[in-house]
């Protein structure tokens, strides 16, 4: 049932410090609110428990990419559509325009935000997987300060994040150096369109005389929170992909990974497909 | 339940023409176009985003008007199907979708010409495949997406012809 709308307050601070100084003064009082496509879901099921919200979409100081010679920085308000407009996006980060395309309809895309992602921290979401394999670092602002945490662990469990609740993500910093040359990307929902996943896999490896040097494996919807494959990236790294190591790898993800019965797909289903998106990738590294 | 918030106004140019509505900051602008501007054309589907009957323009970008709270419509430049049409003449999307059975029950139309409207201001000649995407996220239950499909091909010939 919808929820009653009076009873929800969305106001708009007056700049990125005006906000920040409300959820000092009253923390958990207040939640940001920005481009509302997951908020606003919940508000039409009923279940939107928070009351309070700062509306931070128009804040300038949240928007925009930024790129600097050793990394690019996204502001937590960059939409999906703005990541895959992006040229050196692109050309570096292709599988972060992947996942911007594979994420909800070209409406989404325009009011959707990668910090808005992050927070909402659904192990379902089709970009955080890729903020894995490439090593994002997310700023942290606060009135008290600044901090920077890197995105592997910026989770305690099921849609619990390790921020405070006065805190705001402010950018999404993602490091240039760091070269693949085999990126991978694959989402397995329902439809080909607007579907979320029952399975997605990002990853990217970096290889030399067919050996595996440097190897990221991350995934959605098969565990609590997205997920970083970090035992079998250790199988697979310094080793050549043959079918051997392949096994090796894929019976080490079956124990790694937690997937559940749930409305959109089983336990079974998701562990064969996240073998099979394994095998995928690694086949992929053999040309 | 108590009312915590206070109705704001939104000041916003609607189709071009300049509206002050007063609604609750939490209300979806799908309702404040409907009951407060009085423009039914919008259409409610699903109410979570999932299928694009509500599909509008707001400052240029195709949103769904049941995802956006009324609060961030201030100021914004609104464009709803009521403002596709230019006076008497229909848009090319519109002319096309009567010439090629591209409505049946008419639910889905507003958002879908809305979606094919957006596509074609950003991209005068798109490829199929871009047609495909740009309706992915517009469902229809009766046409089988076909006809819709040869509307859209058909308004892009059509604006091709005319410029």
């Given amino acids: 049932m919808r929820s009653y709308v009076p009873a929800y307050e969305l106001q708009e601070p007056r700049n990125l410090l005006d906000a920040l100084e409300r959820m000092a003064r009253e923390p958990g009082e207040w939640r940001p609110f920005a481009g509302g496509t997951d908020l606003m879901v919940l508000l039409e099921a009923g279940k939107l428990v928070q009351r309070k919200f700062l509306s931070i979409w128009k804040l300038p100081e949240l928007s925009g990419i930024t790129v600097a010679p050793a990394n690019v920085n996204l502001n937590a308000l960059t939409t999906y559509s703005e990541i895959r407009g992006h040229e050196l996006l692109a050309r570096e980060f292709p599988l972060l325009c992947r996942a911007a395309a594979e994420t909800g309809s070209i409406a989404t895309q325009n009011r959707g935000t990668l910090g808005g992602n992050i927070a909402n921290a659904s192990p379902a979401a089709d970009s955080p997987p890729v903020l894995l394999v490439y090593d994002a670092e997310l700023e942290l602002v606060s009135a008290s300060g600044v901090r920077w945490v890197p995105y592997h662990g910026f989770w305690n469990g099921y849609k619990k994040i390790a921020m405070r609740n006065d805190e705001l993500i402010r950018t999404i910093r993602l490091p240039r150096q760091r070269k693949f040359s085999k990126q991978f990307y694959r989402k397995v929902g329902t439809r080909r369109a607007q579907a979320i996943s029952k399975v997605c896999f990002a990853g990217a490896a970096r290889m030399d005389a067919g050996r595996i040097v440097d190897i990221r494996i991350a995934l959605g919807s098969v565990a609590p929170t997205v997920f970083r494959a970090s035992e079998s990236e250790k199988i697979l790294r310094g080793e050549k992909p043959t079918p051997a190591t392949l096994r090796a790898a894929q019976d080490i993800l079956s124990r790694e990974i937690s997937p559940i019965d749930d409305i959109r797909s089983t336990a079974r289903y998701r562990l064969r497909v996240a073998q099979n998106l394994l095998a995928e990738f690694c086949e992929s590294l053999q040309s | ?163």
């Fill in chain 2, 1 to 163: 339940m108590p009312k915590a918030a206070r109705k704001i106004r939104v000041n916003c140019k609607i189709n071009g023409k300049a509206f002050s509505l007063e609604a609750y900051p939490m209300a979806r602008l799908l309702d404040v176009l409907r009951e407060q501007a009085g423009l039914t054309g919008t259409k409610e589907g699903c109410g979570e985003g999932e299928c694009g009957a509500c599909s509008i323009e707001l400052d240029g970008l195709l949103v769904n008007s049941c995802l956006v709270p009324a609060v961030q419509a201030d100021g914004a430049k609104i464009r709803t199907i009521e403002g596709v049409a230019n006076a008497s003449e229909l848009s090319a999307v519109q002319q096309a979708f009567l010439t090629h059975g591209g409505a049946q029950c008419g639910i889905c139309t507003p958002g879908m010409i809305l979606a094919a409207r957006n596509l074609l201001s950003r991209n005068a000649q798109p490829t199929e495949t871009e047609i495909r995407e740009a309706l992915s996220g517009n469902l229809c239950r009766c046409t089988g997406y076909t006809k819709i499909f040869e509307s859209v091909l058909e308004a892009c010939r059509a604006q091709r012809v005319r410029s």
